[in-house]
């Protein structure tokens, strides 16, 4: 997942032309990774050259016009690029995880065995043993100066590794004791994921130098520091944030304004000359379309660099403003059409929307000397009708307001404490009383009977990690919602390529009715819930690693990255089953390895 540039000059004018928006080693904090080379005690700024003395003014060097932009004799000068690009990475991580239930029945979002998160084995553990791997590869085909086309593809994405073991025919299933390899391609019916996956390709269109920009097609989605709208990039990122959009571009007075419209969704396709054929949009009234504006100033990571080095501040920012609207919707389930004409929804399943939802999100990040923050605050306000309570009622209201905000900051020591880095995260997401967080089941069950017609729970992209975070949020909640956190952290770098972390995460929910401690069914907001407690847990996390991340930005070419983590989570009271049970210690540790070209 590697980010390149072609960087040359002609006279006083540059031509750029960036490969992917991604940056190779996206540490998931949207701010510059620590490095030898960001300590500034020991180095020093080479001061500006004089000015000749001379009594004759410098001439002044013409401007190029467009047209000579566009010439075809500047092969000297101009270096060509290659047709085609190939960056990604592969990664395997394999580990041992223990009561990710916290050894009771505290963490279900809904009633039953549908609101469980991991299968009870091992005594009614939780537990689990695993190897997983994935394989990125990211083309870019360029097709001239100004034309990309860029692509995203997954080939065993997240598999886990001895899933697919061959049948022993003569016993009519799987004895994996006597399998002779691997089921691969659609004959891996065990894995219901397809071993080979299309992403993202899009076309990238720029023109005035690059001022200018134009993109169409389905693509990875980043903003500001990853909290809300997180494109999953990273290397140890597991899910994906892709957007079908058109956005075109524009810079002025150092920033970036984008118009955006996204196809959010279509409803059924239908294939009128078969699945080789086109498709077509089979329902025309029930489309939902989001048009958005962003405005924002984003340094480049290496010229944020240079600039902090030369013992500059730089202010980075951005507004994103997006509006969803749908007027009408589809009732019912909805079902696979393919080429049956008979399964596509009728006028008689037609029923209101009226939906409108607007989303505001700005973000904040500073850089000075050895100091980086970074602050990112979002809210979601609007309203939809849909018939959940009853297919039978006209379709209902529900009201929508969500809030949340992100706060990163690090600190990088130099001289006697050279290499030791400290950082403190920070955050909230808004919630409500409608049992469990809401994670799971993505917003379903934050409404249910008795009169609770609202969606409250903020939800920070899955993608977004509030430190190592390896058990209560990436693991076992499944995201930050409902809830609030500290952590403080500090790593230290043993030399140019090996490094450790340790880090101390507390959480706490919001309101203590949505967590497993309450004991009565919770049938509305009014009904009073007893042993209802807020805090959640206290997370310790440790890593030791080597290569990659520590070293990207000393320009370094560093492919390799491996490490070890380990996680310890105990829970309070918030987790006590309806049982009364109370919650026991859960712990991990993984190795991992990453190795990107």
């Known amino acids: 997942m590697r980010q390149t540039s072609w960087l040359f000059s002609f006279i006083i004018l540059a031509w750029a032309t960036s490969a992917a928006a991604q940056s190779p080693v996206n540490t998931n904090d949207g701010m510059i990774a620590p490095n030898d080379d960001f300590n500034l005690e020991d180095k020093e700024v080479e001061p500006t050259p004089e000015e000749p003395k001379t009594k004759e003014k410098p001439k002044k060097e013409p401007a190029l016009s467009l047209a000579d932009w566009e010439r075809t004799d500047w092969a000297l000068v101009k270096p060509e690029k290659a047709l085609v690009e190939v960056t990604g990475y592969f990664r395997a991580r394999s580990g041992t995880f223990r009561k990710l239930n916290f050894g009771n029945n505290g963490y279900t979002e809904q009633d039953g065995d549908a609101g469980r998160r991991y299968p009870l084995n091992d005594g009614g553990n939780a537990n689990t043993s695993y190897t997983d791997m994935r394989l990125r590869i990211m083309p870019k085909m360029n097709i001239s100066d100004n034309i990309s086309v860029m692509m995203t593809f997954d080939v065993m994405d997240n598999l886990v590794l001895g899933s697919t073991p061959t049948n022993f025919p003569d016993k009519g299933g799987p004895i994996e004791t006597l399998s002779t390899g691997q089921l691969t391609g659609n004959r891996a019916s065990r894995d219901p994921r397809d071993m080979l996956v299309a992403k993202h390709a899009y076309v990238r269109m720029t023109a005035l130098n690059e001022q200018l920009e134009l993109r169409v097609g389905r693509m990875p989605d980043h903003w500001g520091m990853g909290m809300l709208y997180n494109s999953g990039m990273c290397i140890d990122c597991d899910f994906d944030r892709s957007v079908d959009r058109a956005a075109v571009s524009f810079r002025l007075a150092g920033h970036t304004i984008a118009l955006m419209f996204d196809w959010v969704g279509t409803g059924p396709s239908f294939y009128p000359f078969g699945a080789d054929g086109p498709g077509v949009d089979g329902v025309i009234w029930n489309d939902a379309q989001e048009y958005g504006l962003r405005v924002h100033k984003e340094d480049h990571p290496d010229d944020i660099r240079e600039k902090v080095l030369q013992g500059k501040t730089v202010l980075n920012y951005g507004m994103h403003n997006g509006i969803r609207v749908q007027k009408s919707g589809v009732s019912g389930d909805p079902v696979a059409v393919g080429t049956d004409v008979t399964k596509l929804p009728t006028e008689a399943q037609k029923e209101s929307r009226d939906a409108l939802l607007y989303t505001g999100d700005g973000y904040l990040k500073l850089h000075h000397r050895n100091f980086q923050l970074g602050i990112e605050a979002a809210i979601q306000v609007g309203s939809f009708k849909d018939k959940i309570y009853d297919v039978n009622l006209d379709p209902q209201k529900t009201k929508i307001l969500m809030y949340g905000f992100a706060l990163e900051s690090k600190y990088t020591f130099t001289g006697v404490a050279k290499g030791t880095l400290l950082s403190f995260k920070s955050g909230m997401a808004s919630g ?166």
């Open 432 to 597: 409500d009383k409608a049992p469990g967080f809401g994670a799971l089941s993505r917003q379903s069950n934050q409404r249910y009977a008795g009169g609770d017609s609202s969606i409250n729970n903020f939800q920070f992209s899955p993608n977004y990690t509030v430190g190592l975070d390896m058990l209560v949020y990436r693991r076992i909640i499944g995201t930050v919602t409902d809830t609030f956190y500290i952590r403080p952290a500090v790593s230290y770098d043993f030399n140019e390529d090996f490094s450790g972390e340790i880090a101390m995460l507390y959480s706490q929910a919001v309101y203590g009715a949505s967590t497993p401690s309450c004991t009565a069914a919770n049938t509305g907001d009014s009904v009073a819930r007893t042993g209802c407690k807020t805090p959640m847990a206290l997370e310790f996390d440790a890593e030791v690693s080597y290569g990659l991340a520590k070293t990207y930005f000393a320009g370094k070419t560093q492919r390799l990255r491996a490490s070890l983590v380990g996680a310890l989570a105990v829970p309070f009271g918030a987790f006590t089953d309806t049982a009364g049970k109370s919650p026991s210690l859960a712990w991990m540790i993984q190795g991992r390895m990453f190795v990107t070209f």
